[in-house]
């Protein structure tokens, strides 16, 4: 499949028919080479048995007629009035009252959302894709069905039906055989399975910890089902699907899902952008923006390079599903040409093999009124729009590379851990916070922050699934940000990665619960205390700031947040609290190192200082060396047909002149041709016009 550079178009009612033929002509002008189209199962069965297909019909015919190529995205969540009326399909939440369907911004013509764990809606959507996968799995321009919009189970209260119940419930049997066997795990009392339910509070951890990796399960049992259904009647096509808030970035609790698990039942995955680091309040009120517009977007810039780095780790071969055109909506600024210009080559030096933009034209009704349109409504074009269009000419004549383009392995990897997530946002959980989608937990502070310091650090980084902990045995070094909970098997693994000579960094909290979420009697827990050479004490809440230094070159660094002491038991103290406890130890064990950190980095990581510590402890080279430039230029590297391929981020708004150390033995090619390149005496000099981003490839 060549790469693939496209757009979202059609979400009924918009755009309008009259549009179509002169949209689609300008969209393969402007160098897209695919469309999307978003059927909702309530526009084309308003009557049972009735389908209207017209519309999507001349969509792929003018598709056809412009070489456009289509994605097919099921909407299912958009069910139609007569399902609820004959089947009482509603969703129920958690005090047991009923949840009305109706329209929100992404299903503006209503029906959302049934609940998909009755099985006659799962039969009357089955009648629907059969329609929809006979009547288009022939078209030429069809090159994907996408089975599920951004899979989620949200809110929290998603679903607490009798049939939900009911599929709580087996999945607990399937877990546990014996309700005597669940009662031990987590401590329980149940007589009978049909005693349980899901929690009404969130004050019971341990009950609301494994309700909500059933939600996980529940999530990946949707996709599989849709998947299976269209494998039997096209088994040509791919079938994928995206996740809007990918695993280290969403909110485990209110927005749950699994990618790991998800990526498992699909051919292959993909994740929206969203550009934001911080709180998502409102449309018009977000905090921390991935944009240049935004005073502070050097804090927020990492996250486009965290979610490919993320995908990739579960999903070779990936696509970036939803990189928004414009933001959310009319009342603030406009995205910038650059943002779009850093975003999607950051994309492609991830490893993205496909780029789908939210979207061509901005909406024009319901909550998301002149949201995210790349042209304006009339069609005409803006400087965004002429900014993707140079980029779309670039990516087509160099398609080639970029399809074949891998990134370089890392020597550093972090591992995510979905149940210490889960367990961090119950901890955390308040009465203000317990049914909004929040970003700022200790655990999504930590992990989003320890990337950021290594992506400011121009350190590659690759990420490592818990389910795949073994894969750790392939780096140097692997890091585990607020690793709360912590199995036998797991530290096993680690184990012996340390054994066997790895270095391996931990945040404080190391195993501080158990895999049933009970907190554990000795901390680090399952005989990681040996390998560290320390037990932790109870960590504490700081009113203030803590001083931490390093005992060896005397950096020292403010902290905040939560902090931990240790008691030594072998390891040494690398690093001390003002009052002379460890604050971070290290210790040697068999051909390896474990160091233990006593407060989380990445919560901290606004103090220079942070990263220096961080480069004591972790003393990694960038991939590319580069020199003689000021703030903040980036590099990665990667290689396409044996090559190197090295793109190098300028992301200062003036030229920089850099000095390239360690260039490849042959010659160099700026792909893009904005780059001056100057060779003396075997070295490459660079000069990059400000705000830029330069490909370099190797030539023969």
Same mark, same amino acid.
């Given at each position: 499949?060549?790469?693939?550079?496209?757009?979202?178009?059609?979400?009924?009612?918009?755009?309008?028919?009259?549009?179509?033929?002169?949209?689609?002509?300008?969209?393969?002008?402007?160098?897209?080479?695919?469309?999307?189209?978003?059927?909702?199962?309530?526009?084309?069965?308003?009557?049972?048995?009735?389908?209207?297909?017209?519309?999507?019909?001349?969509?792929?015919?003018?598709?056809?007629?412009?070489?456009?190529?289509?994605?097919?995205?099921?909407?299912?969540?958009?069910?139609?009035?007569?399902?609820?009326?004959?089947?009482?399909?509603?969703?129920?939440?958690?005090?047991?009252?009923?949840?009305?369907?109706?329209?929100?911004?992404?299903?503006?013509?209503?029906?959302?959302?049934?609940?998909?764990?009755?099985?006659?809606?799962?039969?009357?959507?089955?009648?629907?894709?059969?329609?929809?996968?006979?009547?288009?799995?022939?078209?030429?321009?069809?090159?994907?069905?996408?089975?599920?919009?951004?899979?989620?189970?949200?809110?929290?209260?998603?679903?607490?039906?009798?049939?939900?119940?009911?599929?709580?419930?087996?999945?607990?049997?399937?877990?546990?055989?014996?309700?005597?066997?669940?009662?031990?795990?987590?401590?329980?009392?149940?007589?009978?399975?049909?005693?349980?339910?899901?929690?009404?509070?969130?004050?019971?951890?341990?009950?609301?910890?494994?309700?909500?990796?059933?939600?996980?399960?529940?999530?990946?049992?949707?996709?599989?089902?849709?998947?299976?259904?269209?494998?039997?009647?096209?088994?040509?096509?791919?079938?994928?699907?995206?996740?809007?808030?990918?695993?280290?970035?969403?909110?485990?609790?209110?927005?749950?899902?699994?990618?790991?698990?998800?990526?498992?039942?699909?051919?292959?995955?993909?994740?929206?952008?969203?550009?934001?680091?911080?709180?998502?309040?409102?449309?018009?009120?977000?905090?921390?923006?991935?944009?240049?517009?935004?005073?502070?977007?050097?804090?927020?810039?990492?996250?486009?390079?965290?979610?490919?780095?993320?995908?990739?780790?579960?999903?070779?071969?990936?696509?970036?599903?939803?990189?928004?055109?414009?933001?959310?909506?009319?009342?603030?600024?406009?995205?910038?040409?650059?943002?779009?210009?850093?975003?999607?080559?950051?994309?492609?030096?991830?490893?993205?093999?496909?780029?789908?933009?939210?979207?061509?034209?901005?909406?024009?009704?319901?909550?998301?009124?002149?949201?995210?349109?790349?042209?304006?409504?009339?069609?005409?074009?803006?400087?965004?729009?002429?900014?993707?269009?140079?980029?779309?000419?670039?990516?087509?004549?160099?398609?080639?590379?970029?399809?074949?383009?891998?990134?370089?392995?890392?020597?550093?990897?972090?591992?995510?851990?979905?149940?210490?997530?889960?367990?961090?946002?119950?901890?955390?959980?308040?009465?203000?916070?317990?049914?909004?989608?929040?970003?700022?937990?200790?655990?999504?502070?930590?992990?989003?922050?320890?990337?950021?310091?290594?992506?400011?650090?121009?350190?590659?980084?690759?990420?490592?699934?818990?389910?795949?902990?073994?894969?750790?045995?392939?780096?140097?070094?692997?890091?585990?940000?607020?690793?709360?909970?912590?199995?036998?098997?797991?530290?096993?693994?680690?184990?012996?990665?340390?054994?066997?000579?790895?270095?391996?960094?931990?945040?404080?909290?190391?195993?501080?619960?158990?895999?049933?979420?009970?907190?554990?009697?000795?901390?680090?827990?399952?005989?990681?205390?040996?390998?560290?050479?320390?037990?932790?004490? *109870?960590?504490? %809440?700081?009113?203030?700031?803590? /001083?931490?230094?390093?005992?060896?070159?005397? =950096? #020292?660094? $403010? !902290?905040?947040?939560?902090?931990?002491?240790?008691?030594?038991?072998?390891?040494?103290?690398?690093?001390?609290?003002?009052?002379?406890?460890?604050?971070?130890?290290?210790?040697?064990?068999?051909?390896?190192?474990?160091?233990?950190?006593?407060?989380?980095?990445? *919560?901290?990581? %606004?103090?220079?200082?942070?990263? /220096?510590?961080?480069?004591?402890?972790?003393? =990694? #080279?960038? $991939? !590319?060396?580069?020199?003689?430039?000021?703030?903040?230029?980036?590099?990665?590297?990667?290689?396409?047909?044996?090559?190197?391929?090295?793109?190098?981020?300028?992301?200062?708004?003036?030229?920089?002149?850099?000095?390239?150390?360690?260039?490849?033995?042959?010659? *160099?090619?700026?792909?893009?041709?904005?780059?001056?390149?100057?060779?003396?005496?075997?070295?490459?000099?660079?000069?990059?016009?400000?705000?830029?981003?330069?490909?370099?490839?190797?030539?023969?």
């Amino acid at each position: 499949m060549d790469y693939i550079f496209g757009i979202q178009y059609y979400r009924a009612p918009t755009p309008l028919p009259e549009e179509w033929e002169v949209d689609l002509e300008n969209i393969k002008k402007m160098g897209f080479n695919t469309i999307q189209l978003r059927p909702q199962w309530r526009w084309h069965e308003r009557l049972h048995g009735q389908f209207y297909w017209d519309d999507l019909d001349r969509l792929f015919d003018l598709s056809e007629k412009n070489g456009l190529n289509v994605v097919f995205k099921f909407f299912l969540e958009s069910a139609p009035a007569w399902l609820y009326r004959e089947h009482n399909c509603e969703r129920i939440d958690l005090n047991g009252n009923k949840i009305l369907p109706g329209a929100i911004g992404a299903m503006y013509v209503g029906g959302w959302l049934p609940c998909f764990d009755h099985a006659m809606v799962r039969r009357e959507a089955n009648r629907f894709i059969n329609e929809a996968v006979n009547r288009y799995k022939e078209k030429k321009s069809l090159i994907a069905w996408n089975v599920w919009n951004e899979p989620r189970s949200r809110p929290g209260g998603e679903c607490c039906c009798e049939e939900s119940k009911k599929s709580y419930r087996t999945w607990l049997k399937g877990k546990f055989l014996t309700i005597q066997a669940l009662n031990n795990y987590l401590g329980k009392a149940w007589g009978e399975w049909e005693d349980i339910v899901p929690p009404p509070k969130f004050e019971d951890f341990s009950e609301t910890y494994i309700w909500r990796q059933w939600a996980m399960w529940s999530v990946q049992d949707r996709l599989k089902w849709v998947y299976d259904h269209i494998k039997e009647i096209d088994k040509i096509h791919p079938v994928i699907t995206h996740v809007g808030m990918c695993s280290p970035y969403q909110d485990i609790l209110n927005d749950t899902s699994n990618d790991w698990m998800n990526a498992k039942v699909v051919d292959f995955y993909g994740s929206s952008l969203p550009y934001w680091t911080g709180e998502f309040h409102t449309m018009w009120d977000i905090e921390g923006k991935a944009s240049f517009k935004e005073k502070d977007w050097q804090e927020n810039f990492y996250i486009v390079s965290l979610i490919p780095d993320w995908i990739r780790s579960i999903s070779n071969y990936f696509w970036i599903n939803e990189v928004y055109s414009n933001n959310w909506y009319y009342f603030v600024k406009d995205l910038s040409p650059s943002d779009h210009n850093f975003w999607i080559w950051n994309l492609i030096a991830c490893g993205a093999k496909g780029i789908l933009f939210w979207q061509y034209k901005p909406e024009r009704l319901g909550d998301e009124s002149l949201c995210s349109g790349l042209v304006n409504l009339d069609g005409s074009e803006t400087e965004r729009s002429k900014e993707v269009e140079k980029i779309a000419n670039l990516v087509n004549k160099y398609k080639g590379i970029f399809t074949e383009y891998t990134p370089d392995k890392a020597d550093i990897a972090i591992v995510y851990d979905c149940k210490s997530d889960l367990i961090s946002r119950i901890e955390d959980t308040t009465s203000d916070n317990r049914d909004r989608i929040i970003a700022g937990y200790r655990y999504k502070d930590a992990i989003k922050g320890i990337y950021a310091i290594l992506w400011e650090m121009d350190t590659p980084v690759d990420f490592i699934p818990m389910e795949e902990l073994e894969k750790i045995r392939a780096y140097p070094y692997v890091y585990l940000p607020c690793p709360i909970i912590m199995s036998q098997e797991k530290a096993e693994v680690l184990r012996e990665y340390v054994k066997e000579g790895g270095t391996l960094i931990s945040e404080m909290q190391l195993g501080f619960r158990d895999e049933n979420s009970w907190v554990s009697k000795v901390r680090p827990n399952c005989g990681l205390d040996m390998i560290f050479g320390c037990r932790e004490n *109870i960590p504490k %809440k700081l009113e203030g700031f803590k /001083e931490c230094r390093l005992v060896k070159s005397e =950096l #020292k660094l $403010k !902290v905040t947040g939560i902090d931990s002491s240790f008691q030594l038991r072998g390891a040494e103290a690398i690093g001390v609290w003002d009052d002379g406890s460890p604050a971070i130890t290290c210790n040697n064990f068999g051909k390896g190192k474990a160091i233990l950190i006593g407060f989380h980095p990445g *919560i901290n990581r %606004k103090d220079k200082n942070c990263r /220096e510590i961080l480069k004591e402890i972790i003393p =990694l #080279k960038p $991939k !590319v060396e580069i020199s003689d430039h000021s703030g903040l230029v980036l590099t990665k590297k990667g290689k396409a047909n044996g090559k190197d391929v090295i793109f190098i981020f300028n992301y200062e708004e003036k030229v920089q002149n850099i000095l390239l150390k360690n260039p490849s033995q042959n010659s *160099i090619k700026d792909l893009f041709n904005k780059a001056k390149i100057r060779v003396e005496n075997e070295k490459v000099y660079l000069t990059i016009p400000s705000r830029e981003v330069v490909c370099l490839k190797e030539e023969n």
